[in-house]
């Protein structure tokens, strides 16, 4: 019973979310998990990876989310790079792309596609800490040899650039003296499962009132 009226919640769900990710997948994880706890309007349609050993692919086949594995070297080029991931979230209806420890850039032609509809997850303080060459450990190693006293994580919106995109909300953590970036990492992680669900269903509540007006 219980089920059932998750199921169509869920179908009506304004927000269809695919959430594109490299890695474990664990912020994945916490947006089905708030999805599931009703705490996130969405439905999760589509998990894309670049790598077919990627973790989060595992994650989503449990849970029956439709994956698919697109690698750039897999194409002659960019154009048809791009237009396949482009058909990928229109076959699965997605109106909006999470990046979660998704670690290439996404081609250009699929960002104009998501204008304003399209965030990334970074585990430091924007624009801090950013940029090429910025991910995993290597973010935390640097935020400990800067001496910085603060770090967190940052969700912003996606454009052609590394992290440059308009941040939308941070959330803090203090560095404590005998962190290691392997620390740091777990408690940067820690707010981020809490965050990236909390920013995502502010959209989905924007993106239901828009449906709301557009209704007859
Ligand atoms: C997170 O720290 C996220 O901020 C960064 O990549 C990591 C992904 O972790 N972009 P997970 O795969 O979600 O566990």
Redesign the pocket.
Known sequence: MLERRHDVRKRSAPMRLAVF??????????ICRAVEAGRLDAEVVLCLADRLNA??LERATTRGIPTIVLRRKDFPDDASFASRTVRALDETGANFVA?????KRVPPAVVARFTGRMT????ALLPDFGGPGM??EH?HRAVLESGARESG?TVHLVDDDYDSGSIIAQRRVTVRADDTPETL?RR??AI?HDLYPDVLQRFAREMDKQKANHEP
């Open positions: 990710a490299s890695g474990g997948g664990s912020n994945f994880e916490a973790g989060v990046l979660a420890g998704y670690l990334n997850i970074h585990p991910y995993g973010v994580a990492a940067v992680l981020e």
